[in-house]
């Protein structure tokens, strides 16, 4: 009995993930349609000493610009020690398809729209993808 119990909520959540994929791609679709990409982006860089800083490089601005390129993704600059973020506002918190590089090049990608104002983080983390609100709700579409 406790065997398919397992096995029941192996399924499920296997069927839960596959159903969130597919709304994931879905969107992503969408995304691909729209014309300009609104876009502003800077490096979040941790300090201990003094604190959380931000720094905007006009080279990373449009960061969905440089994951286009093929391969991993290359900045134009040398990233300040410390960095450990890319925040961008976007109009949607649901990244595009070649934001994977951000976070294969070992750094978190914060999204941040304004209306309805939503933060949401995404990271890799002992090789799984996490990802959580840190500011607002999920809508339902």
Not at 57 to 86: D, H, R
Request: net charge positive; charged share 25%.
């Amino acid at each position: 009995m406790y065997l398919q119990d397992i096995t029941s909520m192996c399924w499920r959540n296997i069927f839960i993930s596959l159903l969130y994929l597919s709304c994931f791609a879905s969107n992503l679709a969408a995304l691909e349609t729209k014309e300009e990409l609104i876009e502003d982006c800077w490096l979040i860089i941790a300090n201990t000493r003094d604190g959380t800083t931000s720094k905007k490089f006009p080279s990373i601005n449009k960061i969905s610009e440089l994951t286009q390129n093929k391969g991993a993704l290359k900045f134009p600059v040398a990233l300040p020690k410390g960095t450990k973020t890319i925040e961008c506002i976007r109009g949607t918190i649901v990244p595009l398809k070649n934001d994977y590089k951000i976070l294969m090049s070992g750094l978190k990608l914060m999204i941040n729209i304004h209306e309805p104002y939503q933060l949401g983080m995404f990271e890799v983390k002992k090789g799984k993808l996490n990802f959580w609100m840190i500011r607002g709700e999920m809508t339902k579409y």
